[in-house]
């Protein structure tokens, strides 16, 4: 199976690179894929369930409804994940953050340190178990009142919230 | 002065009064109900033996509640924060620090007015809802508490400098914008509001059972219309000329009682409106039956909104309110001048420290692609269930392919004048970045016009979908405290060259260095 993981980590890398093409974005850690693909699965495994208990049931032809149903949800646990993981990234810079992520629809925020009020650093059991952090910044702003960006390191997350925190401390001086 | 201010630092209870107040709203609320009920239901031919010994059970539950709430509610003030108690099975304490509180609003509701007490609301910034208020508090006490928040805020914050020709609280403040009975009636006609009109079917379909007779049985209408036929002679209109007339006056009452409800309410809410500048900010005082008191700190103003009507615009008349983290009743934004003429605005904006745009300003409109991909889009929207629509009638027969073709019809023309919405507003819309200030102008029939201080942006957001992609514009969401600001359909460069220098102006002040 190495060849086909190989394969399906391949494929989308080109039609990614289009998107990423000149970009100055630190990408996130590679782990971030995992946890995107586990949650899509935890997702997807309702809808699975049903189709299997459909099959069974045998009300429609055999294959009619496992066959798509699965064919999508594994597009979706498998495929899916790359993009969204490669269609994220972020840039820090001496007074400012960017966030960026969406495949379909962009988003592309800049948030200056000097407007942060608080920093969060989060870990979701599925982050925890794969050694990952979000990093939380909230605004007073009434959109955007908290700029999340998922995927980073442990000491990665807590280093950035470091400096972070320090700069705000030193400017508010 | 700071004497006198100096509280006692013991637990102090609300006003006694204030449990009074309480027992007659909480009677009025679930009383009034209940004897409307007993009236509706007949029960009230059982006499007045049933109905006194249960009003008078009802009076002295709501007294009970209402001395319990009473007597287990204590407020602090101490040294750096007001310290709230309550509660008897489960008590709550809160604590809040003078720091923190932003704002102090007294409300006076009719019944408490009558008391001459007031609702005291310590406005945090925490988002409306969780915010602390104490309910009753004698004028005097309210005034008290008012002034010893604004003296203790005051111990750590440097005072913020009054601008020249200030007075301080206390004397006569210059009043900035005020409105007398003739112009509160006049802002009243452009009120025209049809909400009563629905407001009173509702009812009558609500408490039809209270009527006499079934309101929604047309036969017994008709019935009652031939037999009191005679009745209408003397209007000298028979047949279909009566018929006519009746139509014509059935309108004009409904649009009396819209242009009545208009008037009364906006008498209620802004009889005696006055705005001044006192030294600590921006005081507003309002209402008829309901009269409220808001002092709104200059600092604390993000940005600007300039609204109009469709109608009211023709004679010049346009409302400013301020955007703040602070609610105004159920308003997101303060009104601060809500009917005036430009040049009664002038003055307000520029006190708050911003400016209006003057013709020197550089406009840029939204690009010509999203012009031409709004109006594809609406005609898309609706043309392809129109055209669905059609298709199905052309197979229906009868009353249904009638209906159906309306349908279709219907989706047509709302497509299409939702295109022609497009097509028109995109040239009335527009965004200016000017100095320290930003400006995004839209609308159409009735134009608003947003003033934003490029430093007080939290956060810039740049989104693109599919189609804004690939045709290479995007839209702007400022992240805007207590407020929404975006632009739509700004070419790629241009958004992120206003991006780029709305947060270095941004980056440059910390949040901290604001004034404030």
Redesign the interface.
């Known amino acids: 199976m190495p060849g086909a993981a190989y394969y399906l980590y391949k494929t989308p890398m080109d039609e990614v690179s289009k998107v990423r093409a000149g970009s100055e974005l630190t990408p996130l850690h590679p782990n971030h894929v995992k946890v995107l693909r586990l949650q899509a699965a935890i997702f997807a495994l309702p809808f699975a369930v049903a189709a299997f208990v459909l099959e069974v049931v045998g009300v429609l032809p055999t294959g009619a409804v496992i066959v798509p149903i699965l064919a999508l949800l594994a597009w979706l646990v498998v495929w899916m994940p790359i993009r969204r993981h490669y269609a994220r990234g972020f840039q820090i810079a001496a ?2 953050l960017r966030v960026v992520r969406g495949i ?14 608080h920093i969060d650093v989060s870990r979701g059991p599925i982050e925890r178990y794969y050694g990952l952090s979000t990093l939380v910044l909230h ?7 908290s ?1 999340i960006l998922p995927g980073l390191g442990e000491q990665e997350a807590l280093a950035m919230r470091e400096a972070i925190r320090e700069k ?1 401390a030193s ?2 001086q | 002065m700071n004497e006198a201010l100096l509280p006692a630092d013991e637990p102090k209870r609300t006003d006694p009064r204030g449990f009074v107040v309480m027992a007659l709203t909480a009677m009025l609320r679930g009383g009034l109900p209940a004897f409307a009920g007993l009236v509706g239901t007949g029960a009230i031919g059982m006499g007045l033996i049933v109905l006194l010994p249960a009003m008078a059970a009802l009076l002295s539950i709501s007294m009970g509640v209402a001395w319990l709430k009473w007597r287990h509610l204590t407020y602090t003030t101490g040294h750096d924060s007001i310290r709230v108690e309550r509660g008897l099975l489960s008590r709550h304490a809160r604590a809040v620090p003078y720091d923190r509180i932003q704002d102090v609003g007294l409300e006076q509701k009719l019944l408490p007015r009558l008391f001459g007490l007031a609702e005291v609301k310590f406005e945090t910034g925490a988002g409306g809802k969780d915010e602390l208020s104490l309910t009753y508090l004698s004028l005097e006490e309210a005034d008290r508490l008012r002034e010893l928040v604004k003296e203790r805020k005051s111990l750590d914050v440097t005072p913020e400098v009054a601008p020249e020709g200030v007075v301080p609280d206390g004397s006569a403040a210059p009043v900035l914008f005020a409105m007398d009975n003739r112009r509160v009636m006049t802002f009243g006609l452009f009120e025209f509001s049809l909400v009563i009109f629905a407001v009173l079917l509702g009812a009558a379909q609500q408490f039809d059972f209270l009527l006499p007779f079934d309101p929604w049985n047309w036969e017994r209408w008709a019935e009652f219309a031939t037999s009191h036929r005679h009745d209408f002679d003397w209007l000298g209109a028979t047949g279909r000329f009566g018929a006519v007339l009746a139509v014509v006056f059935g309108f004009l009452a409904v649009a009396g009682a819209g242009v009545l409800t208009g008037v009364a309410r906006t008498f209620a809410r802004e009889y005696g409106f006055t705005l001044e500048r006192t030294a600590k900010g921006f005081r507003r005082r309002r209402g008829l039956f309901t009269r409220t008191d808001v002092v709104m700190p200059v600092h604390r103003v993000q940005a600007l909104k300039i609204a109009t009507g469709a109608l009211r615009r023709r004679f010049g008349w346009h409302g400013l309110s301020f955007v703040s ?1 602070a609610q105004d009743a159920k308003a997101a934004n303060h009104a601060v001048v809500p009917f005036a003429q430009m040049d009664e605005i002038a003055p307000v904006v520029e006190a708050a420290g911003f400016e209006l745009p003057d013709n020197g300003v550089a406009w840029h409109r939204a690009s010509r692609r999203y012009r031409i991909d709004s109006v594809i889009r609406s005609i898309v929207a609706f043309g392809v269930p129109a055209t669905a629509a059609a298709g199905i009638a052309l197979l229906l027969s009868g009353g249904n392919a009638v209906s159906t073709s309306a349908t279709a019809i219907g989706l047509a023309l709302l497509g299409f004048v939702l295109a022609v919405r497009h097509w028109f507003v995109w040239r009335h819309t527009r965004h200016a970045l000017d100095g320290p200030q930003l400006f995004v102008q839209h609308g159409w029939l009735a134009p608003r016009l947003d003033i934003a201080s490029q430093v007080k ?10 189609i804004a ?1 690939h045709r290479g514009y995007a839209g702007i ?9 975006e632009m739509h359909g700004v070419p790629l460069e241009e958004a992120c060259g206003i ?1 780029q220098a709305v ?1 270095d102006s ?8 604001l004034p404030r």
């Open positions: 007074d400012r379909l629809f962009r988003s592309d925020t800049v948030v200056p340190f000097s407007r942060v009020q605004t007073a702003g009434t959109h955007n009142s700029i705000i400017a508010a | 983290l942006i939290q956060s810039v957001e740049i989104v693109q979908g599919p992609r969401k400022f992240g805007l405290a207590g407020g929404t600001l991006r947060i941004a980056a440059a002040v910390d949040f901290s260095a």
